[in-house]
């Protein structure tokens, strides 16, 4: 029986899809997130489905990062040294999509949702950050997931919709990061109306 955080990835993955479809011909090389256009953002989104693909196909040896929240801690210390490297993968990631772009996204999530239902048990693999067990890392694909459907949603003018329980697993991680970070008592106040966030605060 798949675990709760394994439900939750497939119901963000099966969600990109549909949303990527209703992306207009003449929109891919219009404005996307920051420096990437629209085809780098959803390029950059689909990452969340390549690394598990490969990652699954990476056992490691030993468990180095214990969460989630613990994935973000080094994933900010690694773009904050190279976020040129971060943006061009996602350029790179967009060119890989090919001529049929939802197509390729389709078949990305087949495949990654494929892969894990052969996963027995929850092993430890290989991931940027280090050794992680498969449970702990997923997390984080349904964030990433996440954020950028609603990203994607905004760049074309449509409202979002994603799954309850994609974005409470989201809010959720977003919550352990700040907390994590010494962050969260702040967060709590903010999101209570007590206080407004920083300006450009953001736990990742």
């Not at 702040?186 to 953001?202: E, F, M």
């Amino acid at each position: 029986m798949p675990t709760e955080v394994r439900t939750t990835f497939a119901a963000a993955a099966r969600s990109l899809p549909g949303l990527v479809d209703r992306i207009p011909p003449g929109a891919w090389d219009g404005p996307g997130l920051g420096d990437w256009d629209l085809r780098a953002l959803v390029g950059h989104t689909s990452r969340s489905l390549t690394t598990v693909l490969s990652y699954l196909e990476r056992p490691a040896a030993h468990e180095d990062v214990p969460s989630a929240a613990a994935y973000y801690s080094f994933v900010a210390q690694a773009i904050g040294a190279d976020p040129a490297a971060v943006t061009e993968r996602g350029r790179q990631a967009g060119i890989a999509l090919g001529d049929q772009p939802a197509l390729t996204i389709r078949a990305l999530v087949d495949d990654a949702l494929a892969a894990l239902d052969d996963v027995t048990g929850d092993p430890v693999i290989e991931t940027i950050a280090g050794g992680m067990r498969v449970d702990a890392y997923l997390p984080t694909r349904t964030f990433e997931l996440a954020v950028h459907y609603l990203d994607i949603a905004a760049a074309i003018g449509i409202p979002g919709s994603l799954p309850a329980d994609v974005l409470t697993g989201a809010l959720q991680l977003t919550a352990e990061i700040a907390t994590l970070r010494g962050d969260g008592e702040g967060l709590l106040l903010s999101l209570t109306g007590r206080r407004p966030l920083a300006d450009g605060y953001s736990v990742v």
